[in-house]
């Protein structure tokens, strides 16, 4: 398929249900809900483009970014079943990284399945490299204690550098999380002690990032978050995050679920970026 039989276009809040029917062709059970569509469009440094099918004006893939700073994150590229393998999905991502760069990022990355063979190899032909490694965990709430030691609480706008240097978090990411609905960000304490952050949907449910310094408390900090869920018919929480291998050691042994492993790519700005 060559590009002048389509071309790209911002969404806007008019779009969702069309994008959201070729959003779950693209990604089954991972797809964006409304409340995270709507938060890409009306933020300052956040952005969704389509690819539009110029003869039939059928969605046919779109990019999804957000800025921290100097970093950028491309959060999804994805290509509608009946249109990959056709060139899309690599001029997505060109664009993606030319916004970026047209923005002001110096560096950006993004996450990939690890069974995901021809995603990575795109990824490493535009000079991305593995960065890291993480994990989605599916916690069932009937695994949770019924008294959870510790406390979660809102984490306040001056604390924020503190945290970030404490849990190695970008804190302008952490900003991009304030007085959004259904996003709570939430630090866990016990005796006195910070031991753990996270960034939690209620409303997914899940919680992404998700940082803890002692994987004992995991299941109490997890029941705690329950706490904040309203809606009571879901049965299980999706908790991902990255670089902590004692963290996977423990669920493992405990036998929670692993939805699935991703990488973390990165790329640096050079010369030779796409224009």
């Known amino acids: 398929m060559e590009e002048k039989d389509y071309y790209l276009r911002e969404l806007s809040l008019n779009d969702w ?9 693209i990604f089954q059970e ?10 890409s469009l009306m933020g300052l440094k956040s952005l969704i ?7 039939t004006k059928n969605f046919i893939g779109y990019y999804r970014i957000a800025i921290y700073g100097r970093e950028g994150h491309i959060q999804t590229i994805g290509v509608h079943p009946d249109y990959r393998r056709k060139g899309v999905g690599s001029h997505l991502l060109e664009r ?3 916004q970026l760069e047209k923005s002001g990022c110096i560096n950006y ?3 990939v399945q690890t069974n995901n063979t021809p995603a990575i190899n795109l990824y490493k032909k535009y000079g991305f490299q593995e960065e890291t490694k993480s994990w989605q965990f599916v916690v069932p709430f009937d695994r949770l204690p019924n008294k959870p030691r510790g406390k979660c609480r809102h984490v306040e706008w001056g604390e924020i550098q503190l945290l970030s240097l404490r849990f190695n978090v970008n804190p302008l990411q952490i900003q991009q999380y304030f007085g959004k609905k259904e996003q709570y960000v939430l630090v866990y304490e016990m005796l006195g002690q910070q ?3 996270a960034r939690f ?11 803890l310094k002692d994987s004992n408390y995991f299941l109490d900090m997890v029941a705690i978050l329950k706490s904040y869920i309203s809606q009571k018919n879901f049965t299980e929480m999706k908790i991902t995050f990255e670089n902590q291998g004692r963290l996977v050691n423990y669920l493992k042994e405990q036998k929670i679920p692993l939805n699935y492993s991703l990488l973390k790519m990165r790329k640096e700005k050079n010369d030779n970026s796409t224009k």
């Open 201 to 211: 949907n209620p409303a997914f449910p899940g919680a992404f990032p998700f940082i």
């Open 109 to 111: 990355f993004l996450y």
């Open 17 to 25: 249900e069309k994008f959201h029917e070729m959003d779950k062709l």
């Open 96 to 98: 993606s990284i030319y």
């Open 49 to 55: 483009v389509v690819a539009v099918e110029k003869e």
């Open 30 to 39: 991972d797809f964006l809900r409304e409340e995270g569509f709507r938060r």
């Open 195 to 197: 031991l753990g952050f």
